[in-house]
């Protein structure tokens, strides 16, 4: 009875082990058991034909040789914290036996063992996500220009239109200098003085109006930077001043003290800014509300800045149940409306680790809001 009791149970350890040997091996990730000091005590097939060994050639070779000598801190990195009897994931690039290299996401995990602990690593080939992921950067970084370009489009007749008031500005202070210099008599330089300084500042406006548009329009922004958000939200409603005017449209800013930095790309924050705001005057300009006021308000929330947009409009389409579906691609309530502004919107601010939402306002009109986590844990930096 016991010797068949012994054997049964050798039999069913011995059944074990084969069904996991054939586990082991069927599995298509890389798979590598590796002692405490990086040697290679055993792979699967699928471990072989990524690196482009057999193996016999990989069993008993330090792991170190099939990763990518720029890698080696983060996996000695990683060995400390399987030391310790942690499990890390890291970025890698691994080396195939020709010297060719690929992208690699590795996990491990300690296997407690007697007399050793030896760990697991499982190294998947990520290559051709990571190309996926990069081609999809890309495309959304052209998506955003797109609508900065078609939203400049829109503008440049009201930018025109600014452009012109400081040029015949400059015109008119330049011919008032000619007369002077050019009547009989001393000419007063007090008045030369001051219509000199009249030509510098219409200059500048000129300048400024048309470097904000170019920021705009640019292929990529400087990146991302310590920035005050109430500076950029002044920068955005001075870049719409024009159309403001033009569409009798009041904006008021609430900027709330001592906020927090945030790190932000400035340019594509500016033109989610831009994009709500010209949304909020198109809303009233076919709307009897009067008076046509815009309000740009921040706030701390937590750790967080709230920015809010809040018109005096339409309101939001009854037809929109969810909130979600007005920044889906292509979902618009405009006649001639792409539905990509909405969309780039809540792309740009979901890349912040933002959120963009849009509520109804009881009095009438619609408001948009979106957040930024504030740098330092949302501690004032004085701005």
């Known amino acids: 009875m016991r010797s068949r009791d012994a054997s049964g149970g050798a039999g069913t350890s011995s059944a074990r082990q084969q069904h996991y040997g054939q586990v082991f091996d069927a599995i ?3 798979l590598f058991v590796v002692d405490i000091r990086g040697k290679v005590l055993d792979v699967n097939p699928a471990a072989c034909r990524a690196h482009g060994y057999s193996r016999h050639e990989l069993t008993g070779l330090n792991v170190r040789r099939v990763i990518h000598p720029g890698y080696h801190p983060r996996f000695e ?45 499982i190294v998947r080939d990520v290559t051709q996500r990571n190309r996926t992921e990069e081609r999809l950067r890309r495309i959304e970084a052209q998506l955003a220009r797109l609508s900065r370009v078609a939203a400049t489009g829109e503008m440049a007749a009201a930018v025109a239109h600014e452009v012109n008031q400081p040029i015949c500005s400059i015109i008119n202070y ?11 008599g001393t000419c007063q330089l007090d008045d030369l003085r001051q219509w000199n300084e009249g030509i510098v500042a219409s200059a ?6 048309i470097t904000r548009l170019s920021d705009m329009v640019g292929k990529t922004g400087p990146g991302r930077t310590s ?11 001075h870049l719409l001043a024009c159309e403001a005017r033009q569409h009798q449209v009041a904006v008021t800013l609430k900027l709330a003290d001592s906020l927090p930095a945030v790190h932000v790309d400035r340019i594509q924050i500016q033109q989610v800014l831009v994009n709500l705001l010209r949304n909020a005057y ?22 967080c800045i709230e920015v809010t947009v ?6 939001l389409p009854p037809t929109f149940d969810d909130d979600l579906s007005l920044f889906d691609t292509f979902v618009t309530t405009k006649p001639d409306g792409l539905g990509l502004g909405l969309a780039i919107s809540a792309t740009i601010i979901r890349a912040h680790d ?22 330092n844990g949302g501690r004032s930096n004085g701005y």
Do not use: Y
Not at 98 to 120: H, N, Q, V, Y
Not at 176 to 181: G, I, K, Q
């Open 282 to 303: 198109q809303a009233m300009a076919n709307h009897l509300c009067k008076p046509r006021l815009v309000t740009v308000g921040t706030a701390r929330i937590g750790t």
């Open 227 to 237: 920035s005050s958000i109430n500076q950029i939200v002044e920068e955005s409603v």
């Open 77 to 121: 990195e990683s060995c400390r914290k399987i030391g310790g009897q942690g499990v890390f994931c890291a970025q890698m690039v691994d080396l195939r036996k020709d010297g060719s290299t690929f992208d690699a996401e590795m996990i491990g995990r300690a296997i407690p063992a007697r007399g050793k602990t030896p760990w697991l690593a």
């Open 204 to 209: 500048a406006q000129a300048c400024e109006v």
């Open 310 to 315: 809040s018109d005096c409009g339409p309101g």
């Open 354 to 375: 933002g959120r963009l939402w849009a509520t109804a306002n009881p009095d009438g009109g619609a408001a948009f809001h979106f957040t930024l986590p504030g740098e």
């Open 28 to 30: 298509p990730d890389s």
């Open 174 to 184: 330049a011919k008032a200098c000619r007369n002077a210099l050019a009547a009989e």
